[in-house]
Nanobody
Framework: QVQLVESGGGLVQPGGSLRLACAGS????????VGWFRQAPGKEREGVGC????????YYRDSVKGRFTILRDNDKNTVYLQMENLKSEDTAVYYC??????????????WGQGTQVTVSS
């Protein structure tokens, strides 16, 4: 069983930065792949990116490439989503999820509670 807790959301101006954190419980967390998702009001949930537990490979949706970075600190059992040059369209509730591989991250059994990110002037 893996429990996930997100933190770091908030209000930021366009062009600003935020770092979200996904803290996982248990020693097995470091072996899991962790994905970040977001859901804006009235829209479907979409994947933002994922980091593999096996080798640290990362994947991103096109709209965030070059602006978002997923990092992992296994000593702290935490995966981060570093977001730069934020845009109003990045406004959403952000969730992290853990599964055995990024290829099946949408089927993850373990999800965090979500953290709100609002990009507005």
């Amino acid at each position: 069983q893996v429990q996930l807790v997100e933190s770091g959301g908030g209000l930021v101006q366009p062009g600003g930065s935020l770092r979200l954190a996904c803290a996982g419980s248990g020693s097995i967390f470091r072996h899991y792949s962790v994905g970040w998702f977001r859901q804006a009001p009235g829209k479907e949930r979409e994947g933002v990116g994922c980091i593999e537990g096996s080798d640290g490979s990362t994947y991103y949706r096109d709209s965030v490439k070059g602006r978002f970075t997923i990092l992992r600190d296994n000593d702290k059992n935490t995966v981060y989503l570093q977001m730069e040059n934020l845009k109003s369209e990045d406004t959403a509730v952000y969730y992290c999820a853990a599964e055995r591989a990024c290829a099946i991250i949408t089927e993850a059994d373990f999800w965090g509670q979500g953290t709100q990110v609002t990009v507005s002037s």
